[in-house]
């Protein structure tokens, strides 16, 4: 069976990730409170930014605004999203 997590995003308890994805504090804060779902939501979400906004991963300003970033995006706040970029809709015909 695997372990579920009270999802920060979504608010309810769904599959967590298997391992923290990154070392330290903040990893396991993310490993104990953010689902799989979102977790891989925010994966998606983090390379549009990074390729939108042309980040260097090399500078620190770039990686301080993604962590910045990721915060509110697990918290429900108002994070910045890809300019131009509109989401698939299902097909409903």
């Not at 769904?14 to 391992?19: H, T």
């Not at 993310?30 to 390729?51: F, G, P």
């Not at 509110?72 to 910045?80: A, I, N, P, Q, V």
Request: aromatic residues 12%.
């Amino acid at each position: 069976m695997s372990r579920t997590v009270f999802c920060r995003k979504y608010q309810q308890e769904l599959e967590g990730l298997p391992n923290p994805p990154f070392p330290g504090p903040k990893g396991q804060d993310i490993y104990d409170n953010v689902s799989a779902k979102a977790w891989q939501e925010w994966m998606a979400h983090q390379t549009m930014l990074i390729n939108e906004k042309r980040l260097n991963m090399m500078e620190p300003s770039s990686r301080a605004y993604l962590a910045d970033q990721m915060t509110k995006f697990f918290s429900g706040e108002d994070y910045d999203a890809a300019e131009g970029f509109v989401p698939e809709q299902g097909d409903d015909k």
